[in-house]
């Protein structure tokens, strides 16, 4: 459990706790009627606010995050934009070369680094609203450099890695930037 559900429910613990004691003193210990109504209210209308908000939070936490992340982008050796393939409404692209026999969505057969790049190089999967890079098995690898960091790191085949914007993707020596 993380830090902050357990501070979380620790105050709803405490809360409850609080809770009892003032339903404790309201019917077992008052005798004044004015009381008894006004604080039946208080707690009625803490019970709505507070189931709100937890309807509220639930809500937000299952409703799908959109990922800031909308087109990859080939960048040649000088850096240039060679080509773009958006991702609205896209949940997976297969990276690689397309053939007679096979067809991949980023295909990079006519780049500059194109005899390092195997048929089926990689896979970007979109999943949760998140974007995730897999090296399937290819001969030459997959790398990531991410955002603010010097170095990219080599990633291990069939293993999911999270992509954000401003990263850069390495397929073999072909740069994808994400945007």
């Known amino acids: 459990m993380s830090r902050r559900h357990f501070l979380y429910y620790s105050i709803v613990v405490i809360l409850l706790f609080l809770l009892a004691v003032c339903i404790y ?13 006004i604080g039946t209210t208080t707690i009625l209308l803490l019970f709505i606010l507070w189931f ?12 799908l995050y959109q990922s800031n992340i909308k087109k990859f982008v080939l960048i040649t050796r000088d850096g240039e934009k060679e080509k773009e393939w958006y991702c ?15 067809e991949v969505d980023i295909d990079l057969a006519d780049t500059y680094y194109m005899e390092y790049i195997s048929p089926n190089h990689a896979v970007l999967n979109y999943a949760e609203g998140y974007w995730y890079i897999e ?22 085949p069939m293993t999911s890695y999270k992509v954000d914007e401003g990263d850069i993707i390495y397929i ?6 994400v945007r």
């Open 88 to 102: 609205e409404g896209v949940r997976s692209f297969l990276i690689g070369k397309s053939t007679i026999d096979n």
């Open 52 to 63: 709100y908000y937890e309807r509220k939070h639930i809500k937000q936490q299952n409703t």
């Open 25 to 37: 003193f309201l019917y077992f210990i008052n005798q004044d009627i004015v009381i008894k109504v």
């Open 135 to 156: 090296d399937l098995n290819s001969k030459n690898g997959v790398g990531i450099k991410k955002r603010g960091e010097e170095y990219a790191l080599r990633l291990k």
């Open 172 to 177: 073999s020596k072909a740069k994808l930037f």
